[in-house]
């Protein structure tokens, strides 16, 4: 009798276990097991199978946010702060308090010129804005009306060609490590707003930076870089040259802070080059292509990603690069990768946004967030294109998590026409939304930007006249 009882004892103990892994890899945006299934067709292949099982999402969440209230056996998105602005029958929702923040920050873009300062916007989403949608758009409207150039935000190594503004070319052996995925590192890795830290092997590698040939617009025009380094426990040697023509030499001490190698005064249509010696590779976070003033509008695109990685960055380097980086505004553009996870009820998701946006507001709260909500969908069904319904529901687990962390909330449904918008637009001439009917064309992206720029044109200018 003994023998049974120590059995059905080991195979309690092997349960609780599984069920702790399975809790502590929760904790950090990763699942044993799969809650889910996935709508057909799946769209990107790095979309995440997500859980559904709110009771145990809301009993493990933070207490801040199983005391707030929020959470209650109501549809989402119906939490409201007291006081807010209402643009085209609520397509954009402005908190009191957000708006007060985007007030300071079109002021500062207003001076911007006057002062030569430069100030930034940080576009993060998925790969929605992949190789400048929407982004572009906006930023070519910031630019003409405050002033600035350049590309702004970029990482120096591009396996996958997404940038679409400028030309960058490696040499050496150079890797990119995510913050959200497995992969090689030289070590333990600190990651910053991009989610993303480039490297190379061996003891010595570079690149060079420059605007495509046909490129003859703002993007193109920049003439000012710096380059977001950790050296480490080595120092650096960095070479720098315009065109192949070597420039300057410059040292880099050891230190497991961010650092920044400037460059000024690039010729307009010249290339820049980088080339670092070290006996153990740096990290690369970053590099900022601008004009000397106005507004940088950044693209920051994580494929496959259903909210941001604030929590698996370092919170540390996120504050020396902000300070570093001057940034007015953030906008967040995600959700198409819930897109294919059915159920009816997307709590799971309100709460993993909440954290995310949590991080920001604790870290920056004096810095706006501007929530995008997911764009219309629909899909294939009997060989009829049909629109995708639970995009509404998403969009109203994004609208509580913004209005509920007192950020703005542009619901880019409405914005589109609707939940039955994609069905249209997958019909315009040419086509606003790809054959996958949940990526925009170049075409919609462009339309999309026009719509979220006129949005914030409307509100900025009712916040002067309430003023």
Known sequence: MIRPIKIFLYFVL????????????????????????????????????????????????????????????????????????????STLIA?????????????????????????????????????????????????????????????????????????????????????????????????????????????????????????????????????????????????????SNNLRSESVPADEGIQIVEVEDIPVGEKVSFTFFAKNSPTFHGLTLDGEYGVAVDNIAMRGRPWPGFRLADHKLLKSMASELNIGLFILQFGTNVLPTRTDDYRFYYIHFVKELQVLKTLFPDIPVLIIGVQSSAELIDNK??????????????????????????????????IDAAVTWAKQEPPFISSDYMHFTRKGAYEVGLKIWNLMEALRTKIEESN
């Open 95 to 243: 908190p009191e308090g957000f708006c007060r923040l985007l007030a300071n920050f079109y002021e500062e873009a207003e001076q911007a010129k006057e002062h030569k300062t430069l100030i930034r916007i940080l576009h993060i989403g998925d790969s929605q804005i992949e190789a400048d949608r929407i982004t572009g758009t906006l930023r070519k409207k910031f630019q003409e009306r405050y002033g600035g150039r350049g590309p702004g935000f970029i990482i120096p190594y591009d396996p996958l060609r997404i940038n679409a503004n400028v030309h960058l070319s490696n040499k050496g052996e150079w890797v990119l490590s995510y913050s959200y995925r497995k992969g090689d590192s030289p070590g333990p890795l600190s990651y910053g707003f991009s989610s993303k830290v480039a490297w190379f092997r061996g003891e010595t590698a570079g690149f060079t930076v420059g605007p495509y040939p046909w490129k003859r617009d703002r993007d193109a025009q920049f003439s000012r870089a710096k380059l977001f380094v950790i050296s480490g426990d080595d120092s650096l040697r960095v070479e720098i040259g315009f065109n």
């Open 14 to 89: 092997v349960v609780l276990l599984i069920l702790v892994i399975d809790q502590l890899l929760n904790d950090f945006d990763l699942f044993l097991f799969s809650k889910t299934r996935p709508a057909s067709p799946i769209v990107d292949t790095l979309s995440l199978s997500l859980p559904v099982d709110k009771k145990k999402i809301i009993e493990n969440s933070d207490s801040l946010l199983a005391d707030s209230g929020t959470i209650d056996d109501k549809s989402l998105g119906l939490s409201l702060p007291p006081k807010v602005y209402y643009i085209d029958d």
């Open 385 to 418: 294109v049909k629109p995708v319904r639970r995009a509404r529901l998403i969009a109203d687990a994004q609208r509580s998590a913004a209005l509920d962390c007192g950020m703005g909330f542009l619901d880019l449904q409405k914005a589109m026409g609707g």
